[in-house]
């Protein structure tokens, strides 16, 4: 795996997002406990985790589709889930929400037209959705409708409807989940090349480990907390590990050790 | 991946004053109407079967009851503001069921949506649809099958439009009721077929039990049959009928505002 070169091309200015005691439950669980953390604009902040752990619920809580969210929350300095921010953050879900009865062009045109409608700006939506579908490398499927596609080139229609407009900042949840190790590298490629030239902030999340050294930051979650919040360079250091996923299991050690400590000094 | 540049259009989006959400936008409402075409477009066995169907039971029901023409005036008539209902009724919830399903809902709704974009855009979306729907059907049995109206055939129109509205608007709100597809048919039944027994297709609504003449006071499709039939029995506008169109179209609104109090942007 290559290894991202963990300092950033844009130096943050301010935070893209700031939590503090940010909770949230649903139904009988408490899902998220207490977080606080910070994602600096102009990076790729990386969540890891393993599944369940909290990290789709932190993302819909970011976007402002999660309920039941407490704490403070900021994103791109307003509340989360501000009417502003709807156009200034993308958003791409774990599984791919298009229309499968659409074409690849007709799903970005109908998103294309909500983010920015109005006829006077149709020439301005037909240079962008040319732009997104160019930017996921789906040009030789632009007529073909969604639900033809395979499931990885579907996961990717879904990502360039989150980069229509370019927003500020774009979450997007396991984007590589299955997809064969090329197109895992482009996109990560592709990420890249979005947070350097256009200065965009990205949250993403996988329970690949491995990813975690392509991300300038890491927040690394389980059962709901946060256990570490660092470059990956300061992870490995600090835990004496060679690689992040070895970092990540001496903290989960380390957590499960301190709370059997806890429960026995009671 | 290819990765191009920020155009320059780019940049002057983004230095555009960000256009907010309303409930209601015209660009947004229009463009939703227009997907929700194309999407159909793409399904042309749906489009027939939507558009054939009434044709045919209309068809089949003047044969069935081939020698008394009077009782399939009335119940042909009955039916042509039935068949709207019925059809955007299903339609509608099956879609809706499947934008909440596949996350474009939850997508849409975090994006600068209004509410009653969605809605009005389904609304005119499959109302359009019922218009054809409804012509076809109109025409086939007035011209062809026989049928006898004293009324004008655009008030007959009329009303199958405003019964596609009120299908539409009960279709939407019932599928916030529904998990899945095998859910959201059952509402078929559960909601359509009281009001098909009770809205006075069988027998005049007089003739019923004191308490299902009560309980069929209360339901839209009454007064949809009602319509229907006072257009069959009068050459004019009365005043029952305006009483009818009105019920029909403010039960469809209301139903429709309650359909976007189920539009949560922020879900558990």
């Known amino acids: ?266 | 991946m290819s990765t191009t540049p920020p155009t320059a259009a780019q940049a002057h989006h983004h230095a555009q004053p960000h256009t907010h959400t309303r409930a209601l936008s015209a660009a947004r409402t229009t463009a939703t109407a227009a997907r929700v075409l194309r999407q159909l477009r793409h399904d042309p066995r749906t489009i027939a079967l939507m558009l054939l169907v009434p044709c045919l039971m209309l068809v089949l029901l003047r044969y069935v009851f081939d020698s008394s023409p009077r009782t399939f005036d009335n119940i042909g008539a009955s039916l042509l503001g039935i068949f709207p209902l019925i059809t955007m009724f299903l339609v509608t919830s099956i879609a809706t069921l499947r934008e909440r399903t596949s996350g474009t809902l939850e997508r849409l709704l975090a994006m600068p949506l209004g509410k009653g974009d969605l809605i009005v855009g389904y609304a005119l979306a499959f109302g359009s649809v019922a218009i054809v729907q409804s012509a076809l059907a109109t025409g086939l049995a007035l011209w062809f099958l026989g049928l006898d109206v004293t009324g004008s055939a655009w008030l007959l129109l009329l009303v199958a439009l405003l019964d596609a509205l009120l299908g539409t608007a009960l279709g939407l709100f019932v599928s916030a009721f529904a998990a899945s597809e095998f859910q959201a048919v059952q509402f078929m039944p559960a909601v359509i077929f009281p009001q098909l027994l009770l809205c006075g297709l069988f027998t005049a609504r007089s003739n019923m039990h004191p308490v299902l003449e009560a309980i069929s006071d209360v339901m839209p499709m009454s007064y949809a049959v009602d319509g229907m039939n006072e257009v069959l029995r009068h050459t004019d506008v009365t005043a029952t009928f305006v009483r009818d169109v009105l019920i029909v179209a403010g039960c469809a609104l209301l139903v429709l505002g309650l359909g976007a109090a189920t539009l949560r942007r922020r879900t558990v």
């Open chain 1, 1 to 266: 795996m290559n290894k991202s070169s963990g300092v950033s091309p844009h130096p943050a200015s301010g935070d893209a997002v700031r939590a503090s005691d940010l909770t949230v439950v649903r139904g009988p669980r408490t899902v998220l406990r207490g977080l606080g953390f910070a994602v600096p604009r102009g990076q790729i902040t990386g969540l890891l985790g393993p599944s369940g752990c909290g990290k789709s619920t932190l993302m819909r809580a970011v976007v402002g589709t999660q309920a039941k969210v407490s704490g403070t929350l900021d994103v791109l300095g307003r509340p989360a889930g501000h009417p502003t921010l709807r156009t200034r953050v993308g958003y791409v879900t774990q599984s791919p929400s298009v229309y499968d009865d659409l074409t690849v062009r007709q799903n970005l045109d109908y998103f294309a037209a909500i983010l920015d409608p109005g006829r006077a700006a149709s020439g301005r939506r037909r240079d962008d959705v040319t732009r997104a579908i160019a930017d996921v490398d789906l040009t030789g499927y632009t007529d073909t409708l969604a639900g033809n596609l395979s499931g990885g080139q579907r996961g990717r229609v879904s990502l360039a409807v989150a980069l229509l407009g370019a927003p500020e900042l774009l979450v997007l949840d396991e984007p590589t989940v299955g997809l064969d190790p090329v197109l895992r590298r482009d996109l990560w490629n592709l990420f890249h090349h979005i947070a350097a030239t256009r200065g965009t902030t990205l949250l993403v999340s996988s329970h690949v480990m491995d990813e975690a050294e392509r991300c300038h930051r890491l927040l690394l979650m389980r059962e709901g907390e946060i256990l570490a919040d660092d470059t990956p360079d300061a992870l490995r250091t600090r835990t004496g590990a060679d690689t992040v996923e070895a970092a990540f299991l001496h903290l989960v050690d380390e957590a499960v050790a301190a709370g059997r400590a806890k429960e026995s000094a009671r």
